[in-house]
């Protein structure tokens, strides 16, 4: 069973950053491809950013590209989402996702039935 916890969400002002940290407890990290996902109040929880079990593919969607970025450290079992230029429709609850083994090492999963576990989530809520 893998569980993952995220940290770091919080309230921060337009233009600030945030960075978010998930820790997973998987027994093999380097066989998980993650993902970080939000979900605003009234939307549908949608894909902000994805990294493949090597880490050297990575996804974002068109709203955060060049503002966020995603990491992975295998030996820490942790990933990253590094938020800057944080705007007020960034605010969401910001949840970590891992992917059962896949032979893919370079491949980053975009579904949400792509992933098999899930965090509890973080709020992460951006001010004017």
């Known amino acids: 069973q893998v569980q993952l916890v995220e940290s770091g969400g919080g309230l921060v002002q337009a233009g600030g950053s945030l960075r978010l940290a998930c820790a997973v407890s998987?027994?093999?990290?380097?066989?998980?491809?993650m993902g970080w996902f939000r979900q605003a109040p009234g939307k549908e929880r949608e894909i902000v950013a994805a990294?493949?079990?090597?880490?050297?593919?990575?996804y974002y969607v068109d709203s955060v590209k060049g503002r966020f970025t995603i990491s992975r450290d295998n030996a820490k079992n942790t990933v990253y989402l590094q938020m800057n230029s944080l705007k007020p429709e960034d605010t969401a609850v910001y949840y970590c996702?891992?992917?059962?083994?896949?032979?893919?090492?370079?491949?980053?999963?975009?579904?949400?039935?792509?992933?098999?576990?899930w965090g509890q989530g973080t709020q992460v809520t951006v001010s004017l």
């Open positions: 990294i493949s079990r090597s880490g050297g593919t990575t």
């Open positions: 996702a891992a992917r059962d083994y896949s032979a893919n090492y370079y491949y980053a999963y975009l579904g949400k039935d792509e992933y098999n576990y």
């Open positions: 998987a027994r093999t990290f380097s066989n998980n491809a």
